[in-house]
């Protein structure tokens, strides 16, 4: 964990409010392991008090890239940044994805912009999966060539039909599940809204497979200090207890999370 | 070459080299930043409010941030007072920073069980009693606005510990004066003020709470002039020293405090913004000393101009 004052490299909108903010940050980016996060001080946002998490989109020795929608005061404000401005991060945080088991077909699910979380997954997979991306309309659908260029196949949902079939990601999943998935054994890594999480988690179990969520509670500190970004987690004895998004997670194996109903 | 200047100043029987604390809640039990900054540089640690047993806190959302400032319902989530001995008290002894524990009770023995297990622990060197967490539904709330519940918490936890005793005044009363006499003569050695300030804020699209708590505790710059306030009307009243908590972000803030009669400073909120805040702080009010040319942090202390 690294506090680092980071140049913007390139800073532009990809489509549909969605933005690609590309960072110089030669301490952090090396360091960055798939399904980690960075915590970012939005510049010129005197009233802001708190950091922005984002999943790391991209890392190499270098630079870092976060994908963002301009959704709050902050991202808005981020779409203001200029190439050569500084932007304080703190990172990597958390715990990340886990290394894809060699024996299992990797599956990737994601939700929107979820799919950030999960291209350095794809891009150290040793075996290369499917992924299932999936939104509204055909506008929250980010980044597919990147993924195929990684060697995934890419499969597409969107509630409108605008782009793949019509319907959420986790009907595409089950399709695909019904269809494709043949003897393999899957192992899904998956970042979205918790209703497509819980979805995937209960699949999961029922399939009797494994699956690494990544949550994403709202957030303070992001160091694991101010206790905002709790989650239930099962405990051995049955009980349950409050673990630190920002720390032990954002990744869960599906069946440690409890879900408030 | 002139002296660099004197920044040491004491609370009652302990003895920080600088004036600059973290405040108690916004840097965990110290290992959640030490890899940020060295925990050495601090005046001293105040960490997370401790309780007679575990406690799991508040349903989320915990916190949400408003214009300068950022409202808590974290509900005093902690590992119990044995708990944290065991857990934290190791890697803090590793430092050479004080080590302050805050607590807090539903009970008048539940204050005096906490602070007598405290004063047990090697490393400690001074207790914060919280009698004013805004969302603590029972007990801790009426400790800080009843004034002879107040007195009575604080001469219970006197009477069980011979640590430097900080009882920590709530915003949300009709004067701090009698607050802060109450402290000095129940046998406080410093107090620190203020707690957060009672809040909340509301998702107009859904007509509902912003924290799962429903109100919490507002914190950030949005409180610092309120909070410089008080310090300076409890500096009035009190001879004992004074920990000035509010919204403090920059050096400025923290000597804004100190001019206005806090002896010492604790930095909350910034925290989270920045994790080296504290270190900027005891940095720009060395610089100040110099450029006024002041031999310590001492002639500065409720200097201000009348």
Known sequence: MLLEDA??????????????LVMSAPAIAPRVQPGQFVHLRVPH?????????????????????ILYKDVGRGTVAMK???????????????????????????????????????????????????AFFGGRFASDILCVDEFKS????????????????????????????QKELKNREPEFFAC???????????RTIRGNWTAWLSIDNKMGCGVGACLTCVQKIQTPDGGWTWERVCKEGPVFECRSIVWEE | MTPKPDMSVHLGGLRM?????????????GPEYADLIDLNRLGAVVVKGISREPVRGNPPPRTVEVASGLINAIGLQNPGVDGFASEYMPFLRKYDVPVIVNIWGRSIDDYAFVAERVDAV??????????????????????????DMFKRVIAAVRQKTRLTLIPKLAPDIAGIQPFAKAAEESGADAISLINSVPAMAIDIEERRPKLGNVTGGLSGPAIKPIAVKMVWEAAKAVKIPIVGIGGISTAPDALEFIIAGATAVAVGTA????????????????????????????????????
Not at chain 1, 8 to 17: M, N, S
Not at chain 2, 17 to 29: E, H, I, Q, R
């Open chain 1, 7 to 20: 140049k913007v490299l390139q800073q532009r909108e990809i489509q549909g409010g969605y933005c690609l």
């Open chain 1, 80 to 130: 203001a940044l200029r190439d050569g401005e500084i932007v304080s991060l703190l990172g990597p945080l958390g715990h990340g994805f886990p290394p894809p088991a060699k024996d299992k077909y990797p599956v990737l699910v994601a939700g929107g912009y979820g799919m950030a979380a999960l291209y350095l997954v794809a891009k150290n997979a040793p075996v290369k999966g499917t």
């Open chain 2, 17 to 29: 080299k600088n004036p600059v604390m973290v405040a108690s809640g916004t840097f965990g039990y």
């Open chain 1, 150 to 177: 990684l060697g995934w196949e890419v499969l597409v949902a969107t509630e409108d039909g605008s782009l793949g079939i019509q319907g959420l990601v986790t009907d595409a999943l089950e399709i695909w599940l």
């Open chain 2, 122 to 147: 090697d490393g400690v060197a001074g207790i914060e009693v919280n009698v004013s967490c805004p969302n603590i539904k029972e007990g801790s709330c009426m400790f800080g606005s009843n004034l």
């Open chain 1, 192 to 202: 979205g809204p918790n209703g497509m999480l819980k979805a995937v988690g209960a």
């Open chain 2, 271 to 306: 925290n989270f913004t920045e994790p080296a805040t504290a270190v900027a702080i005891i940095e720009g009010i060395d610089a100040y000393l110099v450029r006024n040319g002041m031999k310590g942090i001492v002639e500065l202390v409720g200097s201000l101009w009348k």
């Open chain 1, 45 to 65: 946002l005197d009233s802001a008090v708190l950091r922005r998490p984002f999943s790391v989109y991209k890392a190499d020795h270098n630079t870092l890239s």
